[in-house]
């Protein structure tokens, strides 16, 4: 007999409660508890080196390899830094995603000398001395990319605001990150080459096999043996990347994701059907040949993947 949803899910009824969205002003957002962040090379040390130094820093790489969580960690050593000094002050991080929506109106002010002015979101993270976070910078508008030429500067840091003649210079914990996945470029979506020559940059890759383990191990909460088949599946998908309409292979963050389904009682090829295969094209013709594919005896994908296996927690 087939079990119910509700006998899979092993979360305790008792600790399923209403929760209300809490509202937090963004001047106080920030990261005060220590994020998981497993580094791969130098990239913390670098991007903090860099963002001490006054520098942008730009983020570059596939969908899911930990841009966010980085400037998240980034965000809590930068308050650690200054806890250690003495200083109560919380440096406050700012995060927009970048789309073709977004006006120039939504980074500085709106309005007119004559009339009531809204602050707009950069304005308002360069005045309070936070973290600014452009996330999908490609996709947004080319006018929005003057302003963060502008505000990238090394030379001199600065954001204009012409509606109410006023010059805002950034003070020391201002820092401008961005991020996006070139993999996704539109023809008219390129970052010029005079703003891209502002920024530190650095380029984010899906994490070698035995960091990933450790990555799945410790966010998903499942065991070695979990761990180990969801990144080997992971990196089967990868090596299909161009055939079957493939632009990418599975992220990271979707491994956590679907051992996380899978710890909460989820069968795991329910899992990884739903949060990974289902995940790489929106085809079902190239999505069904990707299902063969991954079932192909030359290529490695454990058979637990597909429920032939233990896979005791």
Known sequence: MAKKQTDVIKIPVKEFRYEACRIIPQKEYSITEQPFYRPIENEVDDALAAYLDGKSVLLLGPTGTGKNRLVEYLNWRANKLLREQGDKTVIPLY?????????????????????????????????????????????????????????????????????????????????????????????????NRATMDRFFTIWMNYPPEPAEIEIVLKEGQVNEEIASALVKLAGETRKLKGSYGLREGASTRALVEAAQLYAQGMPLPRAVKGRIINTLTHDQGDLAKIQKALRDDSLKVPPIIFGEGNGQK
């Open 95 to 191: 995060k927009l995603v970048g789309n073709e929506d977004i006006l120039t109106s939504e980074l500085v002010s709106r309005g007119s000398l004559q009339k009531a002015v809204e602050e707009g979101i950069l304005e308002s993270c360069v005045r309070e001395g936070g973290i600014f976070y452009f996330d999908e910078i490609f996709q947004a508008r080319d006018e929005l990319r003057t302003i963060v030429h502008e505000v990238t500067d090394n030379r001199g840091r600065m954001l204009s605001d012409p509606r109410q003649e006023l010059v805002f210079r950034p003070g020391r914990t201002f820092g401008f990150f961005a991020a996006g996945n070139p993999m996704y470029l539109g023809p008219d979506q390129a970052m």
